[in-house]
């Protein structure tokens, strides 16, 4: 099973997230050997959970583990710092992101601290994203921390 | 309401937690104006959550918002990467924590961009997590992802 193989379940799940009316970001952790351990989408809009991006969804689905040294963590979109952030702390060693175009989160901060990152700009990923920036410029914002709101308050203030 | 008192609620969070055989690190989520927005454990055990740190249940509680820029997270015990993460990914701009001598986790690194962080060094907090981490190693390491036993596997190895 090569990265490519592993994208795929990660984009079936953005699939399904976008399916279900969600920001369309998925993520699968997989052993070193391709044994998928685990895999998710994004929740924020079926939840209404703020705290379950694809990474941490996938990272949920598999459970108590007591290390992850074996694993590759494969996500349809640069990890933001918050995915980022639980790539280190778990010392996950791979990332396979499928794209970085439409937003580019913490994955050069891993790399700097050993992490391996494939980046596969794979065509599908860019444009499943872009789509949906355009069509819910609003969403994707509210997911990444982005306070537009906040920035139209301060300028009519 | 000061630091002390919202640190009072993420201690509530943390003897929960502990009383339910959990992993005692509790946190919450504040307005500025001191209102309580979202407040939670670790749920590792009681879920089977890896996911589940305390900062990230208050944040979850707190549900889904346009923007932090205005909040203050309060936790028992300094953010791991993950958490840390989530803070910086989010733009909440100051962090409480109860203290960081058993767990020295991001807060450094939060400061260096830009987020304010108020260190209490709070007496119980302390006692709470070195008696934790005195009688459950195990589980202690595997919340923050050290890998106890691949070492072991690997020095026999």
């Known amino acids: 099973m090569d990265a490519h193989d592993m994208l795929a379940v990660a984009v079936a799940e953005a699939r399904a997230g976008l399916a279900e009316g969600g ?54 979109l640069s990890p933001c710092w918050y995915c980022s952030g639980l790539v280190r702390q778990f010392g996950i060693p791979h ?31 860019v444009r499943m994203m872009t789509d949906f920036i355009a069509a819910k410029p609003e969403l994707w914002f509210e997911d990444i921390g982005e306070d537009v709101s906040a920035d139209i308050g301060q300028e009519q203030s």
């Open 95 to 125: 990332v396979v992101i499928g794209e970085a175009r439409t937003f580019h989160g913490g994955h050069d901060w891993l790399a700097e601290h050993g992490v391996r990152i494939t980046l596969l700009d794979d065509p599908e990923c």
């Open 23 to 76: 920001i369309p970001i998925g993520a699968a952790l997989f052993a070193a050997d391709g044994t998928l351990l685990g895999r998710g989408h994004n929740r924020r809009v079926q939840d209404g959970d703020a705290s379950t991006h694809a990474e941490t969804a996938a990272f949920r689905d598999a459970g108590r583990r007591a290390g992850y040294r074996d694993t590759i963590m494969v996500t349809t």
